[in-house]
């Protein structure tokens, strides 16, 4: 066998020669020869090739069933926004996706269309609201619109022990395709940084921080669902997002008002703010089209 073990890198691809998968062939053999390369390129040692394997396994413990710590694995390493781009090319005009993130839960609350899904959680009061429309700007009713953040003090609802969901639920679209919810207005934060991923960003220099942003998922029939993030205008984090997540689409004005009667009617006793966003999907056939 060749030295720099090129002989094994090609025996290795060939023993995936029957799977009955043609797609798992192509995705291991691409693994083992990009993987097989990495370790050529910088020479690894069996330390450090120790050291990887720790790593790994210490991911896997840290991981729950309210943690994905490879998931955030995968977005401090870009890979989740690289699988983002290459899974969810649209049409020009279309609302940019972005990372899914390890806090989506199923099952969250219902809410009317207006309602309250802070749940008491801490913040100040933010009224979100906006249209969801097609690519010709008609509006969408009956949109599914699912959405999660983090309070002021930078923790979802799963990171805390609390009475029920806070800062998560999901509405319907009316006739026109608006949805419109009260929540806090979001806050930077730092991703979970007491396990192996934290070790690995402060190994590279780097922080752990993502900046101030509100979590969407929209699904309707005959429509390609959207996941994607409305980030805060002016965060300071806009440009060092531990994840990579932001695109400047993404970026809305939140306006902070005294307190008084909010745009829907309703009278608050303390400063609160709004922002507006219109999320725009593609059908299923504008995606299949490209």
Partial sequence: MDLEGKDLTDAVVASFDGSPDDRTKVVMGALVRHLHAFAREVDLTEEEWFKGIDFLTRTGHKSTGTRQEFVLLSDVLGLSMLTVGLANRTPPGVTESTVFGPFFVEGSPEIELGGDLSNGAPGQPCLVSGRVLDTEGRPIAGALVETWQADEDGFYDVQKDTDGPQNRGHLTTDAAGNYSFWAVRPVAYPIPDDGPVGELLRAGGRGPMRPAH????????????????????????????????????????????????APDGRELQQPFSTVRYDLVVATTEETHAL
């Fill in 214 to 261: 509100i979590h969407f998922m929209v699904t309707a029939p005959g429509f390609s669902r959207l996941i994607t993030h409305v980030f805060a205008a002016g965060d300071e984090h806009l440009h060092d997002d531990a994840v990579f997540g932001v695109k400047d689409s993404l970026i809305a004005e939140f306006t902070e008002h005294p307190a008084g009667t």
